[in-house]
């Protein structure tokens, strides 16, 4: 206990700097203790502080520390700031690349302790550190510091058994690492994407994940254009400069050190109950508290919350805005504002899109008006992509009254924001995202319905490309009729002829005969 208190003993520079230079020697412990604590210090600091901007300037900075003694301290902090920040992925995972180009020990490291976590959080079932994990697994694999086989077994293994939670992450994976795969394994992307396409015909999992994955289809018809292997600004090396290590997620190996980070992350994770009381107190008083949005925005931005935390305020805002008589506009205003200034908020009332939709039925139809007006208001202005759409499937099957609900005043709401032609175009552009969420073009009746839907609540402008390809679908659905109908009556036309030359030479015959027993009967 002592020792764990020395080390972990906070040490002045100015003290720190004199220790170096006293001339201590090096065998000695407490010096060494010293120049440890340095060299984790250091380490930390450049790994915190890189970005995309001045990566170039942070990794010299990184080469001149020890990173042959201090590997393991690489390795963790890339970890534990990759847990904290997985946005900037990519960017670890582009400064490993660099140092296991020089020191291929450190990248062969970091990828057995992500293996062996992985393996971990796949028997406990860890949904936030698998996705972060998977994660960096699917950059390392993009900038060749693991190879694609480590992608495709992770893959296998999440859909051997499918579950929610699997497919998800699988999709994740594959939108970060897709690209790659492409070029590198189309036959084994091509299995996984078979694998999933099964999963979404059989249908045994939830809806929002049904939708996750025809939103990666969508991607893979696009060539995952938007979502690229490696950024430009992070393609730091030349292909003879890359060194691939092939691990497995069966390989198995003790590291003692990772008992530790274990440890710590146990007591990060330990909320009690109460506090996530208190935040939830703390955020419904400062909603009930504000007169206007701005005051509102800046309080909830002043809010100390930890990273992760960002989904209770957005809960709490869409929860306060459903339990109003009516629409207030401020919630709105809020939120739009949120989504804006940061890609956490954004990405956490998509999720709460999703959440709504999917549990509408529990709602009734004030509070189905409320939540629907709100998130138009955020579609409208963009502060949500549009493509959350996609968690719509308008058809008969896919929908119940209370979904109906919620998107009538959702298209409702947005066409008195943008105006119906506007709406329209926005729809348009947006047709490839979107896919057959919306509009369903894979049946006639799907079609009909949709059609019928927006007309009945005054919609029907938005409909006349669906019209359109309605009636092409009717066409060619009628020419084939018409061409069997043409087949089977030729048939019948052949056969009637047939029979018809039989009876005529019946007919001949027996006129023939008829004459030669006459002519006998004369003679005779």
């Known amino acids: 206990m002592q020792k764990a208190t020395q080390q972990a003993l906070y040490i002045p520079p100015h003290k720190l700097a004199a220790a170096k230079n006293s001339g201590g020697r090096s065998d000695d412990e407490a010096y060494q203790r010293l120049a440890w604590e340095a060299l984790k210090k250091s380490i930390n600091g450049l790994i915190n502080k890189v970005n995309s901007s001045n990566i170039g300037n942070v990794i010299p900075e990184l080469f001149a520390e020890d990173l042959i003694r201090g590997a393991g301290l690489l390795c963790r902090s890339c970890l534990r700031s990759q847990m904290a920040s997985p946005c900037f992925t990519d960017v670890f995972a582009a400064v490993i690349a660099v140092v296991n180009s020089r020191i291929p020990e450190i990248g062969e490291l970091l990828l057995k302790r992500i293996v062996w976590q992985l393996n971990k959080s796949l028997r406990c079932n860890d949904k936030p550190r698998l996705l972060a994990l998977a994660k960096f697994v699917a950059h390392l694999v993009n900038q060749r510091v693991a190879h694609h086989t480590l992608a495709l077994e992770l893959l296998h293994r999440l859909l051997e ?58 991607i893979r018809k696009a060539n995952f254009r938007g979502y690229p292997a490696i950024r430009p600004e992070l393609d730091l ?31 990060i994770k330990d909320k009690t109950e109460t506090e996530a009381v208190e935040l939830r107190r703390t955020i419904y008083l400062t909603i009930m508290n504000s007169l206007r949005f701005e005051e509102l925005g800046h309080k909830l931005l002043s809010l100390n919350i930890a990273p992760g935390q960002e989904l209770e305020i957005c809960r709490m805002l869409v929860e306060a805005c459903a339990q109003e008589k009516t629409y207030n506009r401020i919630y709105g205003l809020v939120a739009q504002r949120l989504s804006m200034i940061r890609l956490a908020y954004r990405a956490n009332f998509e999720r709460c899109f999703a959440e709504q ?55 409702q709401e947005m066409t008195e924001q943008l105006g119906i032609r506007k709406l329209n175009e926005r729809l348009t552009e947006n047709a490839a995202v979107l896919g057959d969420s919306i509009f369903p073009k894979d049946s006639t009746r799907n079609a009909r319905f949709s059609i019928n839907f927006f007309t009945q609540i005054g919609l029907g402008g938005l409909t006349e490309g669906m019209r359109e390809h309605l009636k092409e679908m009717e066409r060619v659905a009628k020419e084939d009729r018409e061409k069997k109908l043409g087949g089977s009556d030729s048939e019948s036309e052949v056969e009637e002829s047939s029979s018809d030359d039989e009876g005529r030479d019946r007919k001949r015959r ?5 004459g030669r027993d006459r002519k006998r009967s004369r003679r005779g």
């Open 237 to 267: 090396l030349e292909d003879d400069q890359q060194i691939t290590h092939d691990v497995s997620l069966d390989d198995s190996g003790v590291d003692p050190e990772l008992e530790s980070e274990e440890e710590d992350d146990l007591e």
């Open 161 to 218: 058994n499918p579950s929610d939670d699997g497919v998800e992450l699988a999709v994740a994976f594959l939108t970060e690492c897709g690209a790659l795969l492409h070029d590198l394994s189309p036959r084994g992307l091509a299995a996984c994407f078979d694998r999933l396409r099964d999963v979404l015909h059989e249908g045994e999992i939830d809806k929002r994940v049904q939708f996750l994955i025809e939103g990666l289809f969508a």
């Open 510 to 514: 027996r006129r023939k005969s008829d």
């Open 357 to 411: 939709y999917s549990t509408s039925h529990r709602l009734e139809t004030n509070k189905l008006r409320n939540v629907a007006t709100l998130f138009a208001h955020l579609i409208a202005t963009d502060a949500l992509p549009w493509d959350v759409l996609g968690y719509v499937r308008l058809t008969e099957e896919d929908t119940n009254s209370s979904s109906r609900i919620f998107v009538k005043y959702l298209f």
